[in-house]
């Protein structure tokens, strides 16, 4: 059986290798183009797509315009983590809001009938580096995962073909499984 393709779009994140060594674990190929890099059609390359984290803003629309448009534009399953999701919540009328900083492992509840938390318990323990945090899932998505921090650790589009992780999914075990979920969905 051929290995799944998977683009990163790395939004500049300091965990590119752990979460490609992730990916990979899980039986996919991966690709990663930068974030200034990104096509402008996947052409059936690609089974799935994850953006990475980011350091930048995800308010600066304009300079994720062509990962915008991809994303929205393609039909295979993505997922954006940390800033990733970010980027696709404020792109669809989310709103960010600074929190506490938050930084380490901490408890999640996830919506056990979706298929992404397939291989975890109801309570999760995620990795967090963040203090920016989404305050209520935008039209066209809804939370399936909180925390005491946040009303919106883990997003899913009412398609269920785009996701999204506040957590860095590329570190913890709980992590690793949630990814396994989401390679089911592309696989």
């Not at 059986?1 to 500049?12: E, H, K, Q």
């Not at 999640?108 to 318990?121: C, I, Q």
Request: glycine share 10%; charged share 25%.
């Amino acid at each position: 059986m051929a290995r799944s393709r998977v683009l990163i779009i790395d939004n500049g994140t300091l965990s590119l290798p752990q979460l490609r060594r992730r990916l990979e674990q899980l039986g996919a190929r991966t690709e990663t183009v930068d974030t200034a890099s990104v096509p402008a059609r996947l052409d059936g390359r690609y089974q799935a797509v994850v953006l990475s984290g980011t350091k930048v803003r995800a308010y600066d629309l304009d300079h994720y315009r062509p990962l915008i448009d991809l994303v929205m534009g393609t039909g295979v399953p993505v997922f954006g983590i940390c800033g990733g999701m970010q980027i696709l919540a404020v792109a669809a009328g989310g709103r960010l809001a600074e929190g506490p900083q938050r930084v380490g492992g901490y408890d999640v509840r996830v919506d056990k009938e979706e298929p992404l938390f397939a291989y975890v318990k109801p309570t999760v323990t995620v990795f967090h580096r963040h203090t920016l945090y989404l305050q209520e899932a935008p039209a066209g998505f809804r939370s399936i995962g909180r925390s005491a921090h946040a009303p919106v650790e883990f997003l899913r589009s009412d398609d269920g073909r785009i996701l999204g992780s506040q957590a860095h999914l590329e570190f913890r075990r709980d992590g690793l499984d949630i990814l396994r979920g989401f390679a089911r969905l592309y696989r």
